[in-house]
């Protein structure tokens, strides 16, 4: 974040920093903690807002499956809800996040700048190792959201998408974003993250958040938690609780495999007579089973 903020300093906060004497209020310098507070408060809600919505946008147009907005538990004006409820959330959750950006600029990470520091395969190790913690981390905290003396609070909200599009990706309450976000802050304490790499792998997991709500399941490796998982999630609500990979669902009991149906794009389609194959038996499954929309 270092990096982006010297970018920020450097074209645009230092003009507007200066001008503040204008009104008689002090010129802080790069390195003053309001000053580096504030800046990153801006970065990281304008960032935040501007990668949701450039890549949602993309994900919507270039691979979202429009049928699903066809499906009966698709709401009425539902991609207008999941972009008010985001860019509602985004100010609180950037807010949050700043004590964290702030620990990081001001050298108490481990993050490190140049490559050679601990060499190239330790770089490639580090994406690795950066995915296998991260996954571990959001699989037991998004498990634990869904306790039942929290679910009806925080992550409920992100629940309201039975069939969710890619603007649903941080269509969130607010400390349910931030607390899902935490494994990717947390990452760079605990062991040396080149900055470089991990500016790219942060974007790419915003971007990864997108690609598991666009309904467009490209893959049925059985080790990816792909678009196809997270649908079984939002549908039944008590399984694949992971980000990248199954593992820690098959380890925690509860994986689930997306069926055949939902992978079946024909089958997925709605009819002129209403529904058919798997979109029929998953709204019938739903109304069958109705503690599945309930806080499990
Ligand atoms: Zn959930
Ligand atoms: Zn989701």
Sequence with gaps: MDY???????????????????????????DDMLRQSCSLLCISGFGAYAIYMIFSTISFYLFFDKNLMKHPRFLKNQIQQEIKMATDSIPTMALLTVPVFLLEVRGYSQLYENVE?????????????????????????????????????????????????????????????????????????????????????FIFVQVWSILIHDGKYLTKDPVINSAAHHTVHHLYLNSNYGQYFTLWDRLGGSYRKPTEEIYNIESRSPTKNGLSGAAEHEASTLKSKPALLKSP
Aim: glycine share 6%.
């Design 4 to 30: 982006v903020l010297w970018i920020a300093d450097e074209y645009a906060f230092d003009v507007i920093y200066s001008s503040f004497s204008y009104l008689g209020l002090p010129n802080l310098a790069r």
């Design 117 to 201: 520091e601990h060499g190239w395969p330790y770089l490639f190790l580090s994406v690795f190792a950066f995915l296998f913690a991260t996954d571990f981390g959001i699989y037991w905290i998004h498990r634990g959201l869904h306790h039942r003396g929290i679910y009806a609070y925080i992550h409920k909200s992100h629940h309201k998408w039975i069939v969710p599009t890619p603007y649903a990706s941080i269509a969130f309450h607010p400390v349910d974003g931030w607390a899902l976000s935490l494994p990717y802050h947390i990452c760079v304490f605990l062991f040396p993250m080149n900055k470089s790499l991990y500016l790219a792998l």
